[in-house]
C-alpha cells in the first residue's frame, strides 16, 4: 500500500467539480472524476491504490496526490460506547476526536487545531500548547474515521477537540462545508464552539452557514472571565457579548453559551442571577458542564445539588438551560485529555 506522505496535496475536500478537473488534468476521462468522488467520500478509500477501478499503471504514477486521511494511533471505548480516537496526521502529530452514539444520533467532536494557543485554565488542550491549524482534508477525515469505525452514519458534529475553530476558521468553514455537500451532513446538525476572538464572530457570520454557534462563557463577569481565560483580557464580556447579539442579528441563529461550573469560582446562585441579567431577552441557550477533572490544576466539580441550584436560578430567570456531561469520562475523552494521558504514561 502507498503511505500518505507528509507533502503530498490531498484530494478529500474537492468537490466533484474539482476533482473531474483533477482527473482530466492528469490525462483521465473526465467520468472517473465521479467514480474519484464516490471513493473518496462513499467508499473511504484510504490511497489512489486502492481504487481498483482506476487503470493500475495510472495509480502507481500519481505519487504527489494522497487521499488525504489520518491513521487511528489510539482507540479507547468506554463503557458509555463513547469512542476516543488518537489519529496520527501525515506529518506525525497526533489529535484528538471523539465519536458518541445514542440510539439516533452519532455524533463526533472534531479537533480544529493541533493543540491550542487560547491556555485556558482548566482546559487539559491548552496545557499542552499549540502546533498548528488543521488543513480542511483534517478536519474531514475525523469524520469519515468515526463513520467508518462505527459502520454508521455521522448525524451531528462539534467543533468541541482541540483548538480554538475561529483562529482557523478559513479550513473550518471549507471543512463544514464539505461535510455538508459531500458528506451529507445537515449544516443545522453542526456546532461551532469558540472562546472569542475579537472580530471573528462577525467575519464568521459573513459566511451565512446554518450552523450553531457556541459560544465559551465560563464566567458571569469580566473578572472571573479573565482568570479562567487569558484572552479575556483582550475582549470584554460586554463586547463579546454584544457581539453574540450582533450575530444572532445577523443570522437568524441563537447562539448558546458553555459555562463550565468550578465548584467555589463561578457556581455560586448570585452568579447564575449576574448571568442571567446578561442575557435577558437574548435568543440563547445555555450549556452548563460540570468541570471534568484534569491532573493540573485542582479545580473541583458542584456537588449535584449546586449544579441544580445553578440551574433552577437561571431558568427561574427564563433562561433556556440544559446541562451537559461530558461522555466517556472513564476513557479519558473529556478535551484534550487522553492525549495528554498518553504522553504522560509514555514519559514514565
Ligand atoms: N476552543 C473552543 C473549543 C474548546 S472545547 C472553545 O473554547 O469553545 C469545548 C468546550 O469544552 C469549551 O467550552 C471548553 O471550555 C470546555 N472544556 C475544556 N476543558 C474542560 C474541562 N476540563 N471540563 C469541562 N469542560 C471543559
Redesign the pocket.
Known sequence: MVTVQSGAKPLLGLSVDELTAWVQQQGQPAYRGKQLYQWIYQKGSKSLSEITVFPKQWRETVRDFSIGRSTIHYRAVAPDKTVKYLLKLADNNIIETVGIPTEKRLTV?VS?QVG?P?A?D?????KGGFVRNLETHEIIDQVLTVQEDFGRRVSHI?????????LNTKNVVKGIKSLNQDVGIGQRMITV????IPQQIRQFSDYQLQVTL???L?ASNQMLRKKL?PSAEHYPLEKLLADCREYVNQTSRRVSF????LAGFNDKTENAVELATHLRGFQSHV?L??????SEVD?Q?PTPLQINNFMKALKDRHIAVSVRY?RGLEADA????LRASLANSSQN
Open positions: 467532536c480544529s491550542c487560547m485556558c482548566f482546559c487539559a488542550t491548552g462539534v467543533f468541541m477537540g482541540m483548538g480554538e475553530p475561529l464552539s469558540t472562546v472569542g457556541a459560544v465559551s465560563h481565560i458553555e459555562y463550565v461550573l450549556n458542564i460540570p468541570y471534568n477533572p484534569i479545580y466539580r461530558s473529556a478535551c484534550g485529555q
